[in-house]
């Protein structure tokens, strides 16, 4: 599936890191099992500032996948994951794991509607739900379409529900599993998740990874991100568990490794800066929005002493402007380095090296195992040159099997082997790729392809601009025109003609704003990225309301 051949960018690899890796080829179920041998009392999890052991995490997670079989739950049946982070999600994906099934992490910030659309499309027949959220489940539940699920259902008191549904305590099925490994066969290529994407547009879609992907990409990060730390791993890692890049780090690293994660849900700048003080990790693996919060001269006091533990620091999940990276170099003394990944690929693609140079504005390069070459924008099916952009296409142990009963879908992301990723860059002479955008992203104006990216790496230079995004609006003569928003600096202040003119010292005529809108705060996805989606949202409404 992929292969060992020398690619150019290999040579630029870090000393000690592997072009190729050889898998162990083991079901995930086996790592925690493992870790938990030879490590009974090295501490698995930190929350809320208890510590849990690998003996007592892997003594829950048999439990309660003992439960789940005893409830019906069989290798292969969807189990949807609607929790915040907590001990608990971690032991419902290890039991899932170790049973077999199919586990299918959802935000529990997700309204009704989309929680449904995930039940129906997984046809998921078990739920794990926090109390918090059952409402949504309820509500659902009234729906013909739901079918007769098994809710589990976390909660510090007993619960109330209607009589003659299928609701479990947790706390129930925790108490009355067997401690026993399950005696369940599960095998490398058996499907682990359907991890559904971030629905930017359209509906979400399930990407299936299987237990294979979990442990590729698991000892892909391990290889990259890790190798300067000559202790057990301490992971701080500010992102939710039902996020790929959450799953990776928080549950099927630690298990791999036999490392410590301490897990927050609370993922606020004091809360992080808390944390860190307190139980001193060695790896900061987080989203940019965190970075953001550390590089801000207005956000947390701190010292660079606080954060004297951390030896690695990287993040992911969006885009992190270069600007914003030197600002939180100077003020903790760490370097950040950046990645690329995706849900299809059950984590990282590419990465910036630990040590050595590291290329301005570029995603680093391509991790061991992954081929990628860049295609044609006009003619998906030719490669580009060198240098030149088109859409990244790429190949490795990582990259899923497919969408969820969608072959449509399918057979457009995945042809002869390889992954159409939607997204645009290119590759210079070696192997270093850069990412312009997303391909859905991509203004196109007079006939001109812009990237959005490129406009808001300028802007973050201004020194009176904290935040910035740019979306292309729709214009009957330019077919689209650009328009960034702006968060500025407190008690800064600039005027919309002075940003232009800041601009057009820096991007060509073409590329320069039409329109600079002020905004206090730059709408997030649940995982941090800036949503470009809901901003084109905002401006499509007030066109409609001008139209109407």
Known sequence: MYSNKMKMWHAHYPEGIPGNIDYPHKPMKHYLTESARDFPQRTCMIYHDKEISFAEANE???????????????????????????????????????????????????????????????????????????????????????????????????????????????????????????????????????????????????????????????????????????????????????????LLVSVNLISLCAGTIILIDDFSAPNILRNIRLHSPNALYTVPATIGCFASSSGIQYTKEDMASIKVVAAGGANLADEVLKQF??????????????????????????????????????????????????????????????????SGPQIMSGYWNNPIETANALVDGWLYTGDIGKLDETGCLFILDRKKDMIICNGFNIYPKEIDEVLYTHPAIVDACTIGIPDINKGEKIKSFVVLQPNHSVTEQEIMDFCRVYLTAYKIPHHIEFISKLPLTSVGKISRRELREMELEKINEVTS
């Open 329 to 394: 170099e100077q003020r903790t003394g760490l370097k950040c380095i950046t990645g690329y990944g995706m849900s299809e690929s059950a984590g990282s693609i590419s990465g910036q090296p630990l040590s050595g140079p590291i290329k301005q504005g570029s995603v680093g390069y391509p991790l061991p195992d992954f081929d990628i070459k860049i295609m044609h924008l006009k003619n998906r099916y030719e490669e580009a040159p060198i240098n030149e952009v088109g859409e990244i296409v790429l």
């Open 60 to 246: 829950k997670a048999c439990r309660l996948a003992d439960s789940l079989q005893q409830i019906e739950c069989t290798k292969r049946k969807r189990v949807l994951i609607i929790l915040a982070n907590c001990p608990e999600y971690f032991y419902a994906v290890q039991a899932c794991y170790k049973i077999g099934a199919i586990f299918v992490p959802v935000n529990p910030r997700y309204t009704e509607r989309e929680i449904g659309f995930i039940v129906n499309d997984s046809q998921s027949e078990f739920i794990i739900v926090h109390e918090k959220t059952l409402s949504k489940i309820l509500n659902l539940s009234k729906e013909p379409c739901f079918g007769s699920k098994k809710i589990i259902v976390i909660s510090d008191e007993h619960i109330n529900y209607t009589q003659g549904m299928n609701i479990y305590e947790y706390n129930t099925l925790l108490e009355n599993g067997k401690t026993d490994e399950p005696a369940v066969e599960v095998r490398s290529e058996d499907p682990a998740t359907l991890q559904y994407t971030g629905a930017t547009t359209g509906f979400p879609k399930g990407c299936v990874l299987s237990n294979f992907n979990m442990e590729a990409a698991a000892l892909t990060w391990y290889y990259w991100y890790t190798h300067p730390i000559n202790e057990p791993l301490r992971i701080i890692n500010p992102a939710p568990i039902y996020h790929v890049f959450g």
